[in-house]
C-alpha cells in the first residue's frame, strides 16, 4: 500500500485503515499484482477522498484513472450513485469491472476504457455531474478540467490527486521524471483551478498534493 512515509500517516495508519470500507483489500492486491502499488492511494488520500465524496453528498460522480478500482470503490461507498470512471489500460479496466462486478456494483460503475482526454465525450448526455476525482495523465489535467466546467453542475466538487509532481511545480524537484511541458501544464490547470471567478479551492497538504474545488 502505498504510503506517504511521514510521522503523520505513521500515527494515523491503523486510524485511517479502519475507515476505508470493508472488502478494499482485494483492490489493493489487485494493484499490487500490477506492480502498482506505488500510484494507487494511500489510506491518507483514499480517506480523505471518501470523506470529502460524501460530505459534498452527489450523486453522479466521474473518475479518471481506474487502475484496478480502488479509488473507484471509496468513491461508491461514500456517495451510493453512479460512478463513471475511465481507464486507458485494457488489463487494469479489465480487472477493475471483474472486482466490481465480484462486489455487485457494475449497475452503479461503469468503466469506460481508452484515453479519457477522447472518451469523456462519450458521456455527456449523463451530465450535468455532482463531482470530478482526477488521477490520470498529469499532462491533460486542464483538458480535464474544461471538459468538467462545461459538464460540472454549479457547486460541483472537484479533486485532484499529484498536483505537486514532486515539488517540480514550485521548482524544487532536481532531476525529476516530470518534463517540462508537464510541469508548465499542471501549472496552467492550478492556475484555473484557483481562479476565484470560476472555483472556490485549496489544497490538503498530502506528500502529493490533493487539490480541492467547488464550481462556482
Known amino acids: 500500500m502505498r504510503s506517504n512515509g511521514s510521522t503523520v500517516e505513521d500515527y494515523f495508519s491503523d486510524k485511517l485503515t479502519s475507515q476505508l470500507p470493508l472488502g478494499f483489500e482485494v483492490f489493493r492486491q489487485a494493484s499490487d499484482q500490477f506492480q502498482k502499488t506505488r500510484i494507487s492511494l494511500a489510506p491518507l488520500e483514499a480517506t480523505l477522498l471518501q470523506t470529502l465524496v460524501k460530505a459534498h453528498g452527489g450523486t453522479k460522480w466521474v473518475e479518471i484513472g481506474t487502475l484496478t ?12 450513485g453512479h ?50 476525482f482526477i488521477d490520470g495523465n498529469k499532462g491533460a489535467y486542464g483538458e480535464y478540467l474544461q471538459w468538467a466546467l462545461k459538464n460540472l453542475r454549479p457547486g460541483g466538487m472537484i479533486i485532484a490527486d499529484n498536483v505537486y509532481l514532486g515539488g517540480a511545480i514550485w521548482g524544487e524537484a532536481q532531476g525529476s521524471h516530470w518534463s517540462a511541458s508537464v510541469v508548465q501544464r499542471m501549472r496552467e490547470f492550478l492556475t484555473v483551478l484557483f481562479d476565484p471567478n470560476l472555483f472556490t479551492a485549496s489544497v490538503a497538504p498530502t506528500s502529493e498534493g490533493l487539490a480541492i474545488a467547488i464550481k462556482k
Open 69 to 80: 478500482g480502488f479509488s473507484g470503490y471509496c468513491i461508491s461507498q461514500a456517495s451510493k
Open 83 to 132: 460512478l463513471w470512471t475511465f481507464e486507458k489500460d485494457p488489463a487494469h479496466a479489465a480487472r477493475a469491472r471483474e472486482l466490481f462486478r465480484d462486489q455487485n456494483l457494475h449497475d452503479r460503475i461503469t468503466v469506460v476504457e481508452g484515453d479519457a482526454s477522447q472518451t469523456l465525450a462519450s458521456i455527456v448526455g449523463e451530465g450535468p455531474f455532482d463531482g470530478l
